[in-house]
T-cell receptor, first 110, second 116 residues
């Protein structure tokens, strides 16, 4: 079993739909990252969370440390949101080493 | 937010040549830089961690003599793929770590290497 599990692996939705991507992990962590990777490869760091909830535009990220679970939500999804979304956790005691999820491929159809 | 750049964004080279990839933190000083490799449809794989002014720490299975890392300053790290072969073709991504109250990591846009 991977230490970081994302679900779903693939998600196709219509423009405007509310999107949720989940990340569960099995280790104690000091931080969790949500990243976006577009076709062509470039990675954008969306959020770094250690507790609670963060919002940036149409993106919302939440984390429940006790349940070892985080979600990334996209409201009013748009085709330009199509990308791979990656969850990565920083284990407790680690400076920067990250454990990566496999990613969720999101396709938003117009 | 902090910006990390990589140069070049893509490179095609002949087998046997060496390729240097630069990673720069543009508006902050990065105490630690990381180099990742990503194969198609796979997650990022950490290759090495470099701290400014000291030798890089390589992950198990990564050849030190093959992938030379130099972290010459707090804003620049370079990865040199020596004597490149087609199996080295991959997407290479760097990230830079910032030591603050909340440590974070900023990712470069990546460099796609194709070895013919």
């Amino acid at each position: 079993k991977n230490e970081v599990e994302q679900s779903p692996q693939n998600l196709t939705a219509q423009e405007g739909e509310f999107i949720t991507i989940n990340c569960s992990y099995s280790v104690g962590i000091s931080a969790l990252h949500w990243l976006q990777q577009h076709p062509g490869g470039g990675i954008v760091s969306l959020f770094m969370l250690s507790s609670g909830k963060k919002k940036h535009g149409r993106l919302i990220a939440t984390i429940n440390i006790q349940e070892k679970h985080s979600s990334l939500h996209i409201t009013a999804s748009h085709p330009r949101d199509s990308a791979v979304y990656i969850c990565a956790v920083r284990p407790m005691g680690s400076n920067y080493q990250l454990i990566w999820g496999a990613g969720t491929k999101l396709i938003i159809k117009p | 937010g902090a910006v990390v750049s990589q140069h070049p964004s893509w490179v095609i080279c002949k087998s046997g040549t060496s390729v240097k990839i630069e990673c720069r933190s543009l508006d902050f000083q990065a105490t630690t830089m990381f180099w990742y490799r990503q194969f198609p449809k796979q997650s990022l794989m950490l290759m090495a961690t470099s701290n400014e002014g000291s030798k890089a720490t390589y992950e198990q299975g990564v050849e030190k003599d093959k992938f030379l890392i130099n972290h010459a300053s707090l804003t620049l790290s370079t990865l040199t793929v020596t004597s490149a072969h087609p199996e080295d073709s991959s997407f290479y991504i760097c990230s830079a770590g910032v030591v603050r109250a909340t440590d974070t990591q900023y990712f470069g846009p990546g460099t796609r290497l194709t070895v013919l």
